[in-house]
């Protein structure tokens, strides 16, 4: 929100305070800018607190996004050079069916594939090798290291690479030699390419499917961990130990509602670690909750000194405006005060006071 939001904010909340006459002991809001500022001038900077909810939610949705990154760069981005050799292959094939002649350097047309890419640099010798093969003119010639090549292929501990050897061998012609069957061969060497690719890319795709449903393990907090999910964690963590400090990350958040307050003050929220391998926006979001530290712990204090506070109180209030919210977004709001009021009551599982009809 920006200054005109900041504004009704404000003049909201004075509406409640001078008109309403409603002095709360605490202002519970999240981390936008307008509700900080408005509350703390309205009801004083003492009444103001951020509760546990948004303070996770703003941590979570950065590591969130910074887990979307590295899925990008760790699989995407290999699927994607599997797909643009496909369509190379495509255009080569488009050469051979019009009886037209490859380009001088085909291997220029070839996609550039990151070093640590093991399934795209497999692809890119598999291609170089074909067209070292195609790019013979001399159709005996051809056929002959053809097959010396598949013999070594054969030879390969990579399961893939020995299917496409047999997969070409099957085609191959017995005796003729002629311009049709080269053309034939050739063919079928791009198709069987292909078909190559493609199996390149399916354990890729279940690699990338397996991290997007285990990737949650990352944010279990100990009081939610059973052995299960420990072994989850655990084999997680092994395939992927470069997202630990993503995990210490959110030990650490959950640790500011499970600690001691007078630990908290001194150690922990100051030194929520901010590390080069992370994202603007998870820098921003840990930048963010350190600004708001008061707030945070003050939230922390009332709890504590209202122990009898519902526990869904305690940590979450955001469920009050989505419950509120669905009443309105229903068409409800068309109905009369009295049966409007009946339906709030009956959503959120409370009395309601109605300060409309007073202003």
Same mark, same amino acid.
């Given at each position: 929100m920006g200054v005109e939001g900041e504004i009704e904010v404000e003049r909201a909340l004075r509406d409640v305070k001078d008109d309403l006459h409603i002095d709360p002991q605490m202002v519970v809001h999240d981390f936008v800018p307008a509700s900080c500022s408005a509350t703390e001038k309205v009801y004083g900077i003492e009444k103001s607190a951020i509760d546990p909810f948004h303070v996770m939610q703003e941590i979570n949705r950065a590591i969130r996004k910074d887990l979307t990154c590295y899925r990008k760069k760790r699989f995407t981005a290999e699927l994607h050079e599997?797909?643009?050799?496909?369509?190379?292959?495509?255009?080569?094939?488009? +050469? +051979?069916?019009?009886?037209?002649?490859?380009?001088?350097n085909p291997e220029s047309c070839l996609p550039n594939v990151e070093i640590t890419h093991k399934t795209g640099q497999s692809a890119l010798d598999m291609t170089r090798l074909v067209l070292e093969i195609v790019k013979i003119t001399d159709y005996t010639l051809f056929f002959v290291v053809l097959r010396q090549r598949l013999r070594q292929l054969h030879q390969s501990s990579e399961l893939n690479i020995k299917a496409f050897a047999m997969a070409i061998e099957e085609h191959l012609p017995t005796r003729s030699t002629t311009q049709k069957a080269y053309i034939r061969t050739v063919l079928d060497l791009f198709k069987k390419l292909k078909t190559f690719y493609a199996e390149a890319r399916r354990p890729i795709k279940t690699q990338q499917t397996k991290f997007n449903k285990r990737k949650w393990a990352l944010f279990y907090q100990p009081e939610n961990l059973n052995l299960d999910r420990v072994k989850l964690l655990t084999r997680f963590l092994a395939i992927y130990p470069e997202l630990q400090p993503y995990r210490d990350l959110t030990l650490s958040m959950g640790s500011i509602y499970r600690l001691p307050l007078t630990l908290l003050k001194d150690q922990l929220i100051d030194q929520l670690p901010i590390r080069e391998e992370y994202s603007d926006d998870?820098?921003?979001?840990?930048?963010?909750?350190?600004?708001?530290?008061?707030?945070?712990?003050? +939230?922390?204090?009332?709890?504590q000194k209202n122990p009898k506070l519902p526990k869904k109180c305690r940590a979450n209030t955001e469920y009050i405006n989505q419950h509120f919210h669905e009443i309105f977004q229903s068409g409800l709001y068309l109905k009369e005060w009295n049966r409007l009021e009946n339906e709030i009551e009956l959503q959120m599982g409370g009395q309601v006071r109605n300060f409309i009809s007073a202003l």
């Open positions: 599997c797909h643009l050799f496909s369509k190379v292959v495509n255009d080569f094939q488009k +050469f +051979f069916k019009l009886n037209l002649k490859l380009p001088s998870l820098k921003t979001a840990i930048a963010t909750i350190k600004k708001h530290k008061a707030e945070i712990l003050r +939230f922390r204090e009332f709890c």
